[in-house]
């Protein structure tokens, strides 16, 4: 695994007798050490572990520190982090070159690192019932690698780069420490939120959970495009407040797009948009415009595959709902449904 090596350990109290080792994939603590294998591993967020466990810290050139901040910018489980969280992260983070074929993650292994892409194409493979199959891909952006780390559970999918990528790696324990402690808030916080969001009704109260835990939340302001109409799409949200405008292009006589927007509809606290792009495979359908402040809960399109199966029926039925509304706004039938048109 070629990650630098050019490592040092800071702490703020006399962690530097610590020595944190990692030249090997998987960082070893020798001193203050409470791992003892794997699994055993537990974590309890009410514990300040600040303290005593020692820094990890890949020193960065400042045109690497400029490509990993640049990487890391849109990755939704760093979002709720403070400043001070935020730093201790990039600090720890290393870089990784991958060839074509080469597997970062193996289905079934231990977790060792959190990896967040620069760049490259990664296909993600989930074997079932001894058969393979092609789940997914992250197309130049995105992160992979949270689960094992945060549930102690074995690698759920293969990731093989199918190009040559680079990837900044996080190792477990920094992983666990700052991740986990900020999702233990997050479940505070969120709980009685996403509780009484009606799509997500139908899930169990751990599955909800499981989606606070890789949602990140954004701001917007008045008259911010949250998404552009005919955008690839990887993103799904759910308003947390505010209001949020659907607007649409309207057809001109000979079917031409036109340049002028027609309000749809819109979105209020507990609502849900962009998931159609999602479930069609379909670029965006329309725009959506922040009306004042709104703050959005949002997941990207590998979590929403992953945790949101038992609503998929809710918003496929829903999609009638919206070729209806587009004939009574532009009087004709729009097929909102044929994948790839
Ligand atoms: P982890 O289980 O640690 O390692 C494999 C990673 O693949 C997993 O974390 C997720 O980040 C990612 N992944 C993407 N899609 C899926 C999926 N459908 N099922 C499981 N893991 C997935
Ligand atoms: P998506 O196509 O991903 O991005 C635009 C979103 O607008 C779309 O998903 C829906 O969530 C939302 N939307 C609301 N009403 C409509 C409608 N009538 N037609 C299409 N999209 C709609």
């Not at 169990?204 to 005919?230: C, F, L, T, W």
């Amino acid at each position: 695994m070629g990650h630098t090596s050019n490592l040092s350990v800071s702490g703020r109290t006399s962690a530097h007798d610590d020595f944190v080792d990692t030249s090997s994939s998987t960082p070893v603590i020798n001193r203050y050490s409470r791992r003892v294998s794997v699994c055993a591993e537990a974590f309890n967020p009410d514990e300040d572990e600040e303290d005593t466990e020692p820094r990890v810290v890949h020193p960065k050139t400042d045109e690497q520190r400029c490509r990993l901040q640049e990487a890391c910018k849109d990755i939704l489980i760093f979002k709720n982090l403070d400043q001070e969280q935020l730093s201790q992260v990039l600090d720890a983070m290393f870089e990784r070159r991958v060839e074509p074929q080469e597997h970062v993650i193996d289905q079934g292994d231990d977790g060792d690192n959190f990896y967040v892409i620069e760049r490259g194409l990664y296909d993600i493979f989930v074997a079932r019932d001894g058969q393979s199959r092609c789940v997914g891909r992250y197309d130049n952006h995105g992160s992979f690698g949270e689960l094992a780390l945060m549930y102690n559970t074995p690698r759920a999918a293969t990731i093989v780069a199918t190009t040559d990528g680079a990837l900044w790696g996080l190792d477990r324990v920094t992983f666990r420490r700052i991740i986990l402690k900020n999702n233990a808030k997050k479940r505070k916080m969120y709980e009685i939120f996403v509780e009484s969001v009606p799509i997500l009704k139908s899930l169990e109260p751990s599955e909800r959970m499981k989606i606070v835990d890789v949602i990140g939340e954004k701001n917007y302001k008045d008259g911010d495009r949250i998404i552009a109409q005919g955008d690839k799409a990887d993103c799904f949200y759910i308003v947390e407040s505010g209001e949020v405008k659907i607007m649409m292009k309207s057809k001109t006589k000979s079917g031409q797009e036109s340049n002028q927007e027609v309000e749809i509809t819109r979105c209020k606290r507990g609502q849900y948009f962009g998931e159609l792009a999602l479930v069609t495979n379909k670029p965006r359908a329309a725009s959506a415009y922040a009306v004042e402040d709104v703050k959005c809960l949002v997941m990207d399109v590998q979590a929403f595959e992953r945790l949101l199966g038992p609503c998929m029926d809710i918003m496929k039925r829903n999609i009638t709902h919206y070729e209806e509304q587009l004939v009574a706004l532009f009087g004709s039938s729009m097929d909102l449904r044929d994948p790839g048109k």
